[in-house]
């Protein structure tokens, strides 16, 4: 009940807190799950997520481990505050005599999922291109025959306001929003599954009927979700990373939409690739949002909010 409280103000707050952190925690992880799932067969360059960051950290440096974070940084503020802000509201206009059926409780999620595609779909289309970048240029060197000679490869380190740039001038807007059906098919469903489970999980350690629940049960119920939710929802995330990739090996197949590639995968790769990077994405999320809840429910953002000199009616 006391989280009903809480000003959309502080809620925003809360989640740009949490997952800026999160996502500086947990960056490197993400980079490998992308270049993990980018690899098609006669192309793979890295055999796991420690080998993929220990030749990352070879070929690239210590911060070629951070390539595209500071598009997640200055996006990751919109996108996890839009995405608990909107579970929140959809949640206090589906509670109806205090109580929320579990379906209401994924009817809650579908609609925090689908308000933070608006933000999601561009910033992992202009992180995908910087994260996977280090992947094309090592295999120029080390696996020459696997990466066309000319075109957009050969571009050293492209920074995310040239990626911009040219996809608004080549393709509009739309070309900052390629992949956002795929989008869709991941958050949305992460979302029914995530926020439910986490709510019933938190329940759990609650002290007593009308009390908060402890602020390391909160982390523990935000892991298990996050993780669960991240599994179940993984081979649409693949899909959604091939799509969104734009600079391919010329051995590497390309794809029209979400049912080609989906063939495409299932003939030439068969249906275990779809689990690529299935444990790095569980790593990357599972943190990811334990944090985010803590903040949540630690108020941080009413903390801050209090500091603020009040407005006087």
Known sequence: MADKQISLPAKLINGGIAGI??????????????????QQNGSRLYTSMSDCLIKTIRSEGYFGMYRGAAVNL??????????????????????????????KEMLAGCGA?????????????????LQDAG???????????????????????PTAMQITRELLRSKGIAGLYKGLGATLLRDVPFSMVYFPL??????LGKRGVEGPAPFYVSFVSGCIAGSTAA?????????????QSLSRGSQEDTYSGVSDCVSKILRNEGPGAFLKGAYCRALVIAPLFGIAQVVYFLGVGEAILSYLPKREK
């Open 135 to 157: 992947r094309i240029a090592a295999q120029r060197k080390l696996m020459p025959e696997t990466v066309a000679p000319g075109g957009p490869v050969e571009v050293k380190s």
């Open 21 to 38: 952190v999160g996502v500086t925690c947990v960056f490197p992880i993400d980079l490998a799950k992308t270049r993990l799932q980018n």
């Open 198 to 203: 986490f709510a019933n999980l938190n329940d």
């Open 113 to 129: 999922g689908t308000c933070q595609v608006i933000v999601t779909t561009p910033m992992e289309m202009l992180k995908i291109q």
């Open 231 to 243: 599994v179940a929802v993984n081979p649409v995330d693949v899909v959604k990373t091939r799509l």
């Open 74 to 103: 200055t996006l990751v503020t919109p996108e996890k505050a839009i995405k608990l802000a909107a579970n929140d509201f959809f949640r206090h206009h589906l509670t109806k005599d205090g109580k929320l059926t579990l379906v």
